[in-house]
């Protein structure tokens, strides 16, 4: 795919059906929203759909958090986003989501920022490089933080597999390489709602955003086991 430009992405882009429905199959291509839901938490609704993208965002100066989330619950399988990374704010307090939830502590995330400088520090963090957060919220708590590229297309997914108690393994995967991994104390009666966000959170920056900051996302897919 290639890079698109912030008013006017030209993307190449995979051709799927609107929506590919099978017994243990979603795959949602953002021709509409179809199936999807606002969940927006603070501000207006700060999404649209962009030559077959959705696009979000959330505004300088403010604590806006836009989020889209399906409808429909799922369980146990693998959960892919395919989104594009765009340049962000330095310092700026903006996350992109791409995250499973259930509560707020049946919650699996990636959170992708500029970053604090501690932990860009931390991590030896080039110019062109944002920080990854890859999250279960509780049960148990774990946080794992990387470094991705700005400015490129992503394969970012969650693969949820039952051990023989019925309780979840997870790995967090970026396209196709596995980041972190966890098991969980919970398990396949354990739904989650699936989300597309950009939010301006304190913990991923060290000032309230100065900029417009965007994501695209291209594909959700879901396949279950």
């Not at 429905?21 to 609704?45: C, H, M, R």
């Amino acid at each position: 795919m290639t890079n698109p430009d912030s008013n006017n992405p030209s993307i190449s882009k995979v051709s799927y059906s609107k929506i590919s429905n099978t017994t243990y199959s979603k795959i949602w291509n953002f021709d509409a929203l179809t199936e999807w839901e606002d969940a927006t938490q603070v501000g207006n609704p700060n999404y649209w759909i962009e030559n077959g993208n959705l696009r979000i965002f959330t505004n300088p100066n403010t604590w806006e958090r836009s989020k889209v989330k399906t409808i429909s619950s799922f369980a146990a399988g693998t959960y892919r986003w395919n989104v594009y990374i765009p340049e962000m704010g330095v310092g700026d307090m903006a996350s992109i989501g791409a995250f499973l939830y259930n509560n707020n502590t049946h919650e699996l995330d990636f959170e992708i920022g500029y970053g604090t400088q501690a932990i860009r520090d931390q991590l030896v963090a080039e110019p062109d490089d944002l920080i990854v957060y890859m999250t279960s919220q509780g049960y148990p708590f774990q946080s794992v933080q990387n470094k991705i590229k700005r400015g490129q297309w992503y394969s970012l997914s969650l693969e949820l597999t039952l051990t023989s108690n019925g309780r979840y393994n997870v790995s967090w995967k970026i396209n196709d390489a596995i980041m972190a991994t966890v098991r969980l104390n919970y398990g396949k009666n354990t739904k989650f709602n699936i989300y597309c966000s950009v939010e301006n959170l304190q913990f991923i920056g060290d000032h309230i955003p100065q900029s417009q900051n965007y994501a695209l996302f291209d594909t959700v897919e879901f396949k279950g086991i």
